[in-house]
C-alpha cells in the first residue's frame, strides 16, 4: 500500500525550511549572503534536527539585532506554528523586516501580507510592487502571485494576457509549483473557456516532478476526462500518489474510486486490497480534517466501509492510518 510515513521524511522537511531560506539570498552575491548567514550556523542546526527552543532565541537575537535573514526565519516560526501557535499577523512584521533587507522570499511574503491585509488595509497595489521586486531579485513564482492579479484587475490594471506571460515566465523555468498555477489559470478558463488539452500538458511534466498538487489536478482530468480519454486506473494512481504525501483533497477521490471499482460479479464483492485502500484513504480523511467541504460525504462513506469489511482488518489498517498521519510535514508555503 502506497502511504507516506516515515521520521525520515519528518527530518527531511526540517532540513528544506531550514536551508531553503540560505537558497533566497540572491541580491547581495556571495559574500553578502555568506556574512548574514555565517552568525545563523547553530541556530540553523538546532532548526534542522527540529529543536525549535533552541533555534527561536537564537534566530530572534540575530533578528533583532537586524539580521534580515534571521528575520525571515523568525517569521517562519510564526506562519507555521514551529514550538509555538501559528500567529500570521506577527510572522508579516518579521517577512516585511527580511523584506527591507532584500531577501527575496521576505519580499515575497511581504507582498502576501500587504495583498491580505495582515496588520493594516489590504493593498494589492503595494503587494504588486513587492512581487515585482521579489522576482526582480529571482524568486521567480512571485511572477505568478503577480499574475493573479493582472488576472483578476486587483490593484494593477486587468490584463490577462500579462498575467499568464507572466507566470508562463516562471513556468518555463521548470519550477513546477509555477507550472502547477499556469495550469489552473488554464483549468479556470480566465481567457475564456477552460483550456484543458494545455493544462493536461504541463500537469503532466509537473506531476512527475512529484508536486502533489499536479497529481491530484492530473487525476481529476484523467478521471473526468477533460481534454483527454477518461482512465480511471491512471486517475488513481495519480490521486494515491498525491494522498500519500498528505494532499487533503485527494484523500476522497482515492477512496471513492478504490471502493467503485468492478465487484466480483459473484459475490458481489471489492478485491480486498482495493476495500481496505479506501478505508484507510476515507480514515485518514476523517482523521486529519474538521472542515474539509468532503468530510460528509468521507463519514458516509466510512460507515458503509464498516459495514462491509471484516472487523478483525480494523486494527492493522487503523496502525497505518495513524503511521501515515504521524510521517506528515507541511510542505513549504514560500514557493506560493
Not at 488539452?197 to 509537473?206: M, S
Not at 484507510?280 to 468532503?294: C, F, H, K, M, P
Request: aromatic content about 8%; charged content about 20%; overall charge neutral.
Amino acid at each position: 500500500m502506497l502511504m507516506a510515513g516515515s521520521r525520515a521524511r519528518c527530518l527531511a522537511w526540517r532540513v528544506f525550511f531550514a536551508t531553503f531560506v540560505y537558497a533566497s539570498v540572491i541580491g547581495g552575491g556571495a559574500a553578502a549572503a555568506e556574512d548574514i548567514s555565517a552568525p545563523l550556523k547553530q541556530a540553523q542546526a538546532a532548526l534542522a534536527a527540529g529543536d525549535y527552543a533552541v533555534a527561536y532565541p537564537q534566530f530572534k537575537e540575530q533578528a533583532e539585532a537586524g539580521n534580515p535573514l534571521a528575520s525571515f526565519t523568525v517569521a517562519l516560526f510564526h506562519e507555521y506554528g514551529w514550538g509555538r501557535p501559528v500567529d500570521r499577523a506577527v510572522a508579516c512584521i518579521w517577512f516585511e523586516r527580511s523584506a527591507e533587507g532584500k531577501i527575496p522570499a521576505g519580499e515575497h511574503f511581504a507582498g502576501d501580507c500587504l495583498r491580505r491585509g495582515a496588520n493594516g488595509p489590504p493593498d494589492p497595489a503595494a503587494a504588486a510592487r513587492m512581487y515585482e521586486q521579489a522576482a526582480a531579485h529571482g524568486h521567480l513564482i512571485s511572477l505568478c502571485s503577480l499574475a493573479e492579479l493582472y488576472v483578476a484587475g486587483e490593484g494593477v490594471p486587468k490584463d490577462v494576457a500579462k498575467g499568464l506571460a507572466l507566470c508562463q515566465q516562471a513556468a518555463q523555468k521548470g519550477i513546477t509549483t509555477a507550472q502547477v498555477r499556469l495550469a489552473r489559470f488554464l483549468l479556470d478558463g480566465v481567457t475564456g473557456n477552460p483550456e484543458y488539452p494545455q493544462a493536461l500538458q504541463i500537469l503532466q511534466v509537473a506531476a512527475e516532478t512529484d508536486n502533489p498538487e499536479a497529481q491530484f489536478l492530473l487525476g481529476r482530468m484523467l478521471r473526468d476526462g477533460l481534454g483527454t480519454k477518461a482512465n480511471i486506473d491512471l486517475a488513481v494512481g495519480w490521486f494515491e500518489r498525491a494522498a500519500s504525501k498528505g494532499y487533503l483533497p485527494a484523500y476522497l477521490p482515492t477512496a471513492q474510486l478504490y471502493y467503485g471499482a468492478t465487484r466480483d460479479p459473484r459475490t458481489g464483492l471489492l478485491p480486498p486490497d482495493f476495500l481496505a485502500k479506501s478505508y484507510v484513504w476515507t480514515s485518514a480523511l476523517v482523521r486529519r480534517s474538521d472542515e474539509s467541504a468532503d468530510l460528509v460525504d468521507a463519514k458516509r462513506l466510512l460507515a458503509e466501509l464498516r459495514k462491509e469489511m471484516p472487523p478483525t482488518w480494523a486494527p492493522d489498517l487503523d496502525r497505518k492510518v495513524d503511521e501515515h498521519i504521524a510521517g506528515l510535514a507541511t510542505p513549504p508555503a514560500a514557493a506560493r
